[in-house]
């Protein structure tokens, strides 16, 4: 079993950038790829951003340019950057992790981190 706790959520205005992070309990993290999406109300869970164990990474095109995606392997640790936040960004973030290669829907992940709530005011 794999946990998996982010921080660095928070209210920020229109242009603003936060740093969110996610934290894994397993030891083999480095063989994981890692996944953040996120849930708005009354909206599914999309995908936002993952990174291979290789360090690949994959962007869904509203983020591209705006929020990066790293690892430190050494902390167990993934982080999303996030710029130029609008308000469309509002959302609760989750952090996933699944063993093996990179994908795009959230089921194919197997551990979940219990989200953290990103607001962004116009």
């Known amino acids: 079993q794999v946990s998996l706790v982010e921080a660095g959520g928070g209210l920020v205005q229109t242009g603003g950038s936060l740093r969110l992070s996610c934290t894994a309990s397993e030891r083999t993290f480095s063989s994981y790829a890692m996944g953040w999406f996120r849930q708005a109300p009354g909206k599914e869970r999309e995908f936002v951003a993952a990174i291979s164990w290789s360090g690949s990474t994959y962007y869904e095109d509203s983020v591209k340019g705006r929020f990066t995606i790293s690892r430190d392997n050494t902390k167990n640790t993934v982080y999303l950057q996030m710029n130029s936040l609008k308000p469309e960004d509002t959302a609760v973030y989750y952090c996933?992790?699944?063993?093996?290669?990179?994908?795009?829907?959230?089921?194919?992940?197997?551990?979940w981190g219990q989200g953290t709530q990103v607001t962004v005011s116009s």
């Open positions: 996933a992790s699944r063993e093996g290669s990179f994908r795009r829907s959230s089921s194919a992940y197997a551990y």
